[in-house]
């Protein structure tokens, strides 16, 4: 069974960074990409970042380019994303995803979340 | 930037059918996937690839997706079936983008 695990998610001031983890287990992590999507509140579902099975490759939305860091662990399982500078827009759950990735491009699993709250 | 436009909200009476478009600019030439989010819980994918359902999601789910317009069809729509959902579209040209997401309320 694919599970995906968050962690790491809290109340950070304006101008402050959070590390969020996600565990992953059920199925060959390295084999696939995986992504950050995130949901404000009373908003609707937004793409972070995603990072290619190897690490090597790496995509952000415009709004954290320069401030959001995607990376991962293969011999850990584990996926990460590195937040600096959040701002108040950056409060949302934030859901680590797995992705597939050939010929067309969707999240097939989901985790439960993570809430990061930005605010003073 | 590429946006996808989705009705803010859509109500259908128990055992109607729902249809829940998505709309953009050459969409029918991209991807598009559907995701079911009901209140306190993770999106779960219920159409990929315009018109194919996961394992483990009932039949009367479908998809289409031509022209400018993609469409989510709910048929013999439950109340178990109320929930936001949110189109979602790729091509290497975009990326992906998320539409803004439709409350369905099963009356």
């Known amino acids: 069974e694919v599970q995906l695990v968050e962690s790491g998610g809290g109340l950070v001031q304006p101008g402050g960074s959070l590390r969020l983890s996600c565990a992953a287990s059920?199925?060959?992590?390295?084999?696939?990409?995986m992504s950050w999507v995130r949901r404000a509140p009373g908003k609707g579902l937004e793409w972070v970042a995603n990072?290619?099975?190897?690490?090597?490759?790496?995509h952000y939305v415009d709004s954290v380019k320069g401030r959001f860091t995607i990376s991962r662990d293969n011999a850990k399982n584990s996926l990460f994303l590195q937040m600096n500078s959040l701002r108040a827009e950056d409060t949302a759950v934030y859901y680590c995803?797995?992705?597939?990735?050939?010929?067309?491009?969707?999240?097939?699993?989901w985790g439960q979340g993570t809430l990061v709250t930005v605010s003073s | 930037s590429y946006e996808l436009t989705q009705p803010t909200s859509v109500s259908v009476s128990p055992g109607q059918t729902a249809s829940i478009t998505c709309s953009g600019d050459?969409?029918?030439?991209?991807?598009v996937s559907w995701y079911q989010q009901k209140a306190g819980q993770s999106p779960v994918l219920v159409i990929y690839?315009?018109?194919k359902r996961p394992s483990g999601i009932p039949e009367r789910f479908s998809g289409s997706n031509s022209g400018n317009t993609a469409t989510l069809t709910i048929s013999g729509t439950q109340a178990m079936d109320e929930a936001d959902y949110y189109c979602?579209?790729?091509?290497?040209?975009?990326?992906?983008?998320f539409g803004g997401g439709t409350k369905l309320t099963v009356l």
């Open positions: 979602q579209a790729w091509d290497s040209s975009i990326f992906v983008v």
């Open positions: 690839q315009d018109s």
């Open positions: 990072i290619k099975e190897d690490g090597t490759g790496k």
């Open positions: 995803t797995r992705d597939h990735s050939r010929l067309v491009y969707y999240f097939d699993y």
């Open positions: 059920g199925f060959s992590f390295s084999n696939y990409w």
């Open positions: 050459k969409l029918g030439q991209k991807y």
